[in-house]
Structures are given as C-alpha cells and as structure tokens.
C-alpha cells in the first residue's frame, strides 16, 4: 500500500507539473499568436500607407501644377469671359444678320456638362479611397485595442490558475482514494 500510495503520489505530482509546463507553452504560443498578429496588422497598415502615398505621389505633381497654374487659370478665363461679354454687347447685327442663340445656347450647355463631369470624377475619385483606407485602418486599431483587452483579462485570469490545477490534483487524488476504497469494500463483501 505504501509503495502503491508513493507511487500514486509521484505520478500525480509528475503529472502537476507537466501540466503546469504545457500551460505555459500554450500561453508562450497564445502570446507569439498575438504577437504575429500584431505585426500582420502593422504589415497591413504599411501596406495601405504605401498605396496611400503611391496614389498621392501620382497626383502630388499634378496637384502641384495645377496651384501654379489655376492663377493665371482664373486670369484667362476671366479675361475670356469679359471680352466675349464685350464682343456679345458690341456685336453690331447689320444688313440683316441673325444669331443662332439656339446652337450658342448648346454649346454652352454641353461646355457646362463637361466641367461638371471633370469635377464630379474629382471629387467621387479620391476621397473614396482615402475614406475606404481610413475605415478599415479604424477597423484595425479597434481589432487590437479589443485583443489588448482580452490579453490582459487572460493575464489577471492566469493567477488563479496554478489555484485550480492544484485543488483539480487533490480532487482527482481524492477520487481515486474513494475509488479505491469503494472496490476493496466491494471485494471484502
């Protein structure tokens, strides 16, 4: 009996411990899981940096000349539309000339149409992108704030643990103790 219960007892105390060990190889594993996770999402959000830059990089240069242009831009068209006004009221309609305002009035209309397809092609264009890579960037920062969470609540969990292998080790201890006693009782009837 006395062997048997030494045995017993080592065995239980052999099998704390290596319990114990592969607790924590899977808390070391759980904690380069996040740890891989983290950096996915840091490769990730690079990732969307650089399109961000790359998209911006083609349209920086444009965007440029554009501030250098859209002065003298404003100037001309200004200066366009002031002589036109000027020619439209001098315009003398002698020996019976006529003015088509119809086919003016169309042109205008379809020179209209153009500038706001150009602007509505402007405005839709980018701040979708911007707003669809600053979305799932918001996305990604609550993802990690939650798993931070949920990290640390594991943490504050993990001091009881070592508590409940131990009172799990004398409840089985215990159990095979009563097992034990109820199969010699069976046997001595």
Do not use: C
């Not at 399109?51 to 250098?68: C, F, G």
């Not at 020179?111 to 890579?133: G, H, N, T």
Request: proline share 3%; glycine share 0%; hydrophobic share 45%.
């Amino acid at each position: 009996r006395f062997i048997n219960a030494r045995t017993e007892a080592t065995m239980a105390n052999l099998k704390i411990n290596v319990e114990d060990q592969l607790f924590w190889v899977w808390l070391r594993i759980y904690k380069m899981r996040n740890y891989v996770v983290e950096n996915l999402i840091e490769v990730q959000r690079l990732r969307q940096e650089i399109k961000l830059r790359q998209i911006l990089s083609l349209q920086m240069p444009l965007l440029n000349e554009w501030s250098k242009l859209d002065p003298k831009n404003y100037d001309a068209l200004s200066k366009l539309t002031r002589k036109l006004h000027a020619l439209s009221v001098r315009l003398p309609l002698l020996h019976g000339a006529t003015i088509d305002v119809v086919s003016i009035h169309e042109e205008m209309v379809t020179a209209i149409e153009v500038m706001d397809e150009i602007e509505d092609i402007v405005i839709k264009f980018f701040p979708r992108q911007v707003e669809i890579i600053l979305y799932e960037l918001t996305e990604l920062l609550s993802m990690f704030k939650q798993e931070s969470l949920y990290f640390e609540e594991l943490e504050k969990s993990l001091v009881f643990m070592p508590l409940i292998a131990a009172k799990e080790s004398s409840l089985k201890v215990h159990l095979l103790q009563k097992t034990e006693e109820h199969k010699k009782a069976l046997q001595n009837l």
